[in-house]
Antibody
Framework: EVQLLESGGGLVQPGGSLRLSCAASGFTFSSYAMNWVRQAPGRGLEWVSA????????YYADSVKGRFAISRDNSQNTLYLQMNSLRAEDTAVYYC????????????????WGQGTVVTVSS | QSALTQPASVSGSPGQSITISCTGT?????????VSWFQQHPGKAPKLMIYEVSNRPSGVSNRFSGSKSGNTASLTISGLQAEDEADYYCSSYTSSSTLYVLFGGGTKLTVL
């Protein structure tokens, strides 16, 4: 059974940093692209970042580029999101989502999602 | 880049069919068959209902179907049931150099 378990959320002041983790199980982690998607309170879904199965290629939304960094440890089956220079508008539930495998991994076929971790940026 | 355009809300009675539209551009919805649809119940994580325009993941009811014409994708739910009441989001690959995935703003489905 595929499971994704996020952790690392919390309350942080503007300008602060947080590192989110997503522990994966039930599939060959290194074979699949992984993504972070967030949802601000009462708002819709916003794609944040993606990383290829090998970790060699990453993509970011304009809203987080230069402040967030996605990475993965395939030996530990874990996905990360390092968030720096946090702003109030980064307040959201952050989900990790499993993407497709193979060459065509740039597809929004997000077939499994974690339960989310809450990030609140406030003074 | 702007989000994909969805109606804010749709409604239908049990047993009826409804369709939710998702309008983009030739750089996303119209240019690629990489459109997905997600269902989200309050307080829950999204669930993939349709991928690559019209494919259903294993376990998703065949009451859900997807299609695309030009720059607009559509999700149709037939035989509406009470448990279908949820928010629905479309998403698409985009060829923008700075983005990879766009989401629609979401559509609230109410089963009357």
């Amino acid at each position: 059974e595929v499971q994704l378990l996020e952790s690392g959320g919390g309350l942080v002041q503007p300008g602060g940093s947080l590192r989110l983790s997503c522990a994966a199980s039930g599939f060959t982690f290194s074979s699949y692209a992984m993504n972070w998607v967030r949802q601000a309170p009462g708002r819709g879904l916003e794609w944040v970042s993606a990383i290829s199965g090998s970790g060699g290629t990453t993509y970011y939304a304009d809203s987080v580029k230069g402040r967030f960094a996605i990475s993965r440890d395939n030996s530990q089956n874990t996905l990360y999101l390092q968030m720096n220079s946090l702003r109030a508008e980064d307040t959201a539930v952050y989900y990790c989502a499993k993407g497709p495998s193979g060459v065509g991994w740039l597809r929004p076929n997000f077939d499994y999602w974690g339960q989310g971790t809450v990030v609140t940026v406030s003074s | 880049q702007s989000a994909l355009t969805q109606p804010a809300s749709v409604s239908g009675s049990p047993g009826q069919s409804i369709t939710i539209s998702c309008t983009g551009t030739s750089s996303d919805v119209g240019g690629y068959n990489y459109v997905s649809w997600f269902q989200q119940h309050p307080g829950k994580a999204p669930k993939l209902m349709i991928y690559e325009v019209s494919n259903r993941p294993s376990g998703v009811s065949n009451r859900f179907s997807g299609s695309k014409s030009g720059n607009t994708a559509s999700l149709t739910i037939s035989g509406l049931q009470a448990e279908d009441e949820a928010d629905y989001y479309c998403s698409s690959y985009t060829s923008s150099s700075t983005l990879y995935v766009l989401f629609g703003g979401g559509t609230k489905l109410t089963v009357l």
